[in-house]
């Protein structure tokens, strides 16, 4: 078409992407690449090297299973050991993550070696049909199944079938055992309590230094948590173990607050402070996480997950958000000068869920 001619819409023109139906019959099926054998379908010595390998991996994952039952009743659970850079490790946990590690491992991949070597290697072409099939169909299918058990060969290799067999079977075991009782020991009144023990002193989050009074000046707010579980790594062999820090970290930390005495509402406040300083739980009633703000001018507490607001004048009284019950107070006192615990917290720190029913 040339520049001044006008192009004219034609509403009967095809698309550029019309095919002809005629023209999609004539499309081939280019069909399958040709079949290429694999070395264990020419050679028996490839193949019998293949079923050595599969039951030596099988064999590696019953093994494992054994290790990791015989280590469950026999190994002490406190077992542990010092190890460079990640400090001290429980050998117990170790033993059992290796042991299951290596029988899901020896099962995996035996079964993937398996497929790849062994198993049945010609490429199958299923036409469409209608889903019902008719009894000659059923008898078929049945027919082609019991081909493959032959074709497969699994009379002939009963040593893979044991393994097999076995690896699957036992490794039901540890599942087992988990389900009766691996999971940890029942909580107990664990969740009842914190590390905060009498006498246990107050020290600064993150640094590690002890508390005096003095050091509390109104209008700031210190992150506090006890004596000895401070830090990342463990305290040596008789110190709690890094673990333990974790969850010290997660149940017992505290915030603590100088207030004016005389803006304290509650008698019961006064008596488990110090001067008006006052220690709180840091871990929200409403699920648990960690209340961070604390407003200077209106002495409120807020949780920054959900806005529950608490007031701390009042008993840390819930005064706004979705939690249900005050933050739960530490009682405090002064020992040879430092900030100490009194005793653990006189209820469950954290979520109100504990206290249903
Ligand atoms: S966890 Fe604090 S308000 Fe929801």
Redesign the pocket.
Known sequence: MSEDQIAVHDPHAKPATYVEPEAADRFENPGLPPHRPRRADVDDDAAKRAERQVTTLFGLSILGTLGFIVAYFLVDPELRASVLVIGYVNLYHVILGLTLAMSLLGIGLGAVHWAKTIMPDTEVVEERHLQASDEEARNEAAGVLSQGYRSAQLHRRPMLLLTAGGALGLFALPLALQVAGGLGPLPGDALEHTVWRKGMRLMIDPSGTPITPEMVSQGSVIHVLPEGFVGESSHGEDGPSALEIMEAKANSSVLLVRLNPEQIKSQKQRDWGVDGIVAYSKI?T????P?ALYERQTHHLL?P????TFDMTDDCKVIF???KRPLPQLPITVEDGYLVAVDDFAEPIGPSYWERG
Request: hydrophobic residues 20%.
């Open positions: 929200c409403h699920v648990g996480c209340v949780c997950c959900h806005q529950s958000g979705p939690a």
